[in-house]
């Protein structure tokens, strides 16, 4: 799932010299230079075919129109990044300009960078767009080579461009677009120096992502070149672990299957970087025995986030500036932070801590993951997961050998179906909570591609104020013809082979909040409605399915009718009242006819009951509707959350 939030804000969880933004992720700037090939057989749409969806652009331009639509969303979504494009096979060469970079001389021949590595700008996106859409501007730089294009002459290309321009990045990665699995089958020179090269791209810290499109009369072997110039790992940075990235399926170009959509799903998934939650924190088997893991966030919901304020008063929109003072309330006069003070109520006073004495009270140690003993996985409940689960790998930094018994933990809890009961502290000045340590199977889609990887999750659990009884209802449980008829609709509304993937129904409020942003940056047309995935297809519910709701619905006041045999039929069961107990009921209790009453508490009852709760120190227990309407009964405010009646009832105890 990729992470589309932006703003870079300070926070608790880590020191002050470090980035991170709104999800607790160290801020990592990301550079990403697609590598195109540009040859006939790229340039080339795949042969016509009857089917509806076959595909009709070529290899080169859906390759651009993938470049083009990740740039539209890092311009919106990730505002630090940089985007670049290098169309490599080309007749005409062009690195950098001489008036850019003084280095006129500096050329490499059939390299064409189209979009310096650089934050993508309006201007970049437009002009890709137009080399995307434009059939004569791409006749005039789309025009593939004569001669053979050097790989090593490539690679070392990007090098410089990733050397020149993102020397300092966190992630840096080259993706390499192009059908021919083996550029250099019959010169071992040129083989060579392309391994070298890869071999300095990869002591560089560049990250290579291949993406191989299969011809229709070939399939793409990635086993004749390309495995030996791309590593699985990139060893300078900490933040990705070593997954698996090779997958046996190639992008196809074949009939019935979209290039574009198969490029975009791959693209996508490997888009945004791995950042941690946190890095290299010790993992205590038992006294003296630790190793270090790093953890990751892989499952977040992903919201609208704001990194800056823009005014569109003027003639053009513009980044507006915020200044927070604080103002004293008696005199109106400007608060200095020397000034300020925290306090926190305790016994009904008012008690004032420095900065230095909260320090202390936050703190419980440093960030650790502690076993403390083991459960069988069968004993974690269902309803324990109440909060995002983090995924954790070893990390060689701090002890070397973490990998191998992190595999032998792993594979033992797998094997016996055991769970870890760890003490658990992410960070500095986290609150400890208990969590569950199981591990996780690897999980990969229909193409063979890696979705989940192995490891490791980490599950905190629910203290005991956490969880509440459900409350006690009288209900009654459907009759089995109502059952029935109800499974004959489930049974026609399923999914195509039984399965729901949430990845394929985009959260259509963040979209639209991303197409509004782009408009605006592009200085493009605003949407009239946004894109709505989710809504369901109501004709082909109807179509499958309306005559058998209909016939539920039949029986469903055919069955009420007998159960409530003085209610008069009705064409619609939402206007009747939910009551706790039937009228058949009333009536063979007596009470047929008699309007249910409703019992009122008098206010000394309630006060006595609340006081005694209060004395016992257990007004957690009560409900917020209990506490509003005792507050109100005295003309007390009822706005705020639970700690806060729970504070004023206190207060109120207090001074009686």
């Known amino acids: 799932m990729a992470d589309d939030s932006n703003p870079y804000q300070d926070n608790d969880g880590f020191e002050e010299e470090e980035e991170v933004d709104e999800t607790g992720y160290k801020s990592i700037k990301d550079a990403v230079l697609f590598a195109i090939e540009v040859s006939d057989s790229m340039l080339t749409p795949p042969p016509a075919s009857g089917a509806k969806k076959a595909d009709k652009e070529s290899p080169a331009t859906a390759a651009l129109k993938c470049a083009y639509h990740l740039m539209q969303q890092r311009i919106i979504s990730s505002p630090r990044d940089m985007i670049g494009v290098l169309l490599y096979g080309t007749e005409a060469s062009k ?93 071992k020179a040129l083989r060579s120096a392309a391994t070298v090269r890869a071999k300095d791209l990869y002591d560089l810290g560049v990250t290579m992502e291949l993406f191989p499109i299969s011809r229709p009369d070939q399939e793409f072997d990635r086993s004749k070149f390309y495995d030996d110039i791309i590593y699985k790992a990139t060893p300078t940075d900490a933040e990705a672990p070593a997954f698996s990235t090779t997958s046996k399926a190639s992008t196809s170009g074949g009939d019935g299957i979209s290039l574009l959509t198969s490029l975009l799903s791959s693209i996508n998934s490997k888009s945004v970087p791995r950042r941690a939650l946190f890095s290299n924190i010790p993992l205590e088997i038992g006294p003296n025995f630790k190793i270090s ?229 592009l200085d493009e047309d605003l949407p009239e409605q946004p894109e709505d ?56 209790s007596g009470d047929a006819g008699r309007p249910a009453k409703r019992t009122k508490v008098e206010p000394e009852a309630a006060d006595d009951e609340l006081k005694t709760y209060y004395q016992k120190g257990t007004l957690n227990k009560l409900t917020v509707p209990i506490l509003k309407d005792f507050l109100q009964a005295h003309n007390l405010s009822i706005t705020g959350k639970k700690a806060d009646l729970m504070e004023r009832v206190e207060e109120f105890f207090e001074q009686k």
């Open 95 to 187: 690195f950098y300009d001489e008036d850019e970079s003084g280095r006129g001389d500096l050329s490499y021949p059939h390299c064409y960078l189209y979009t310096d590595l650089d934050v993508p700008s309006a201007s970049d996106v437009k002009d890709l767009r137009a080399l995307v859409h434009d059939e004569d501007r791409a006749e005039e730089i789309l025009v593939p080579s004569k001669e053979r294009v050097s790989m090593s002459n490539v690679l070392f290309c990007a090098n410089q461009i990733f050397t020149s321009k993102a020397s300092n990045f966190s992630s840096r990665r080259l993706f390499v677009v192009t059908d021919n699995d083996n550029p250099h089958e019959k010169d």
């Open 293 to 521: 893991v790093t953890g990751y966030l892989l499952f977040k919901r992903q919201e609208p986030a704001r990194s800056c304020y823009v005014w569109l008063g003027g003639e053009q929109p513009q980044i507006a500036k915020g200044i927070t003072t604080q103002i004293a309330d008696d005199t109106a006069r400007e608060v200095e932070k020397w000034e300020i003070k925290k306090a926190y109520k305790f016994g009904g006073e008012q008690v004032a801590f420095t900065q230095d004495e909260q320090k202390m009270l936050r703190d419980f140690g440093p960030p650790v993951i502690r076993i403390i003993g083991f459960k069988p996985l069968a004993a974690l409940p269902f309803w324990a997961s109440t909060k995002h689960p983090t995924f954790i790998y070893p990390s060689e930094e701090d002890f070397v050998g973490s990998t191998r018994v992190f595999s032998a933990l792993y594979q033992t809890l797998l094997r016996d179906e055991k769970m870890a009961l760890v003490w658990f502290i992410p960070r500095r000045n986290a609150a400890p909570v208990m969590a569950a340590m199981f591990p996780g199977k690897e999980k990969r889609d229909d193409n063979d591609e890696q979705v989940i990887p192995q490891g490791m999750w980490l599950l905190p659990l629910p203290f005991a104020d956490d969880i509440r009884q459900n409350p006690e209802t009288n209900h009654i449980i459907a009759p089995e013809p109502l059952v029935d008829k109800m499974r004959e609709v489930v049974r026609q509304l399923q999914l195509p082979k039984e399965q729901y993937d949430p990845t394929k129904y985009p959260n259509p409020s963040l979209q639209w909040h991303y197409r509004i942003l782009q408009a605006l940056a």
């Open 533 to 588: 995935k989710t809504l369901p297809k109501y004709k082909q519910i109807d179509k499958r399915a309306g005559d058998l709701v209909i016939s539920w619905g039949e029986e469903l006041e055919t069955q009420y009718r007998t159960i409530e045999p003085t209610m008069p039929a009705t064409s619609t069961l939402a206007k009747r009242p939910a009551t706790s107990r039937s009228k058949a009921q009333d009536k063979a």
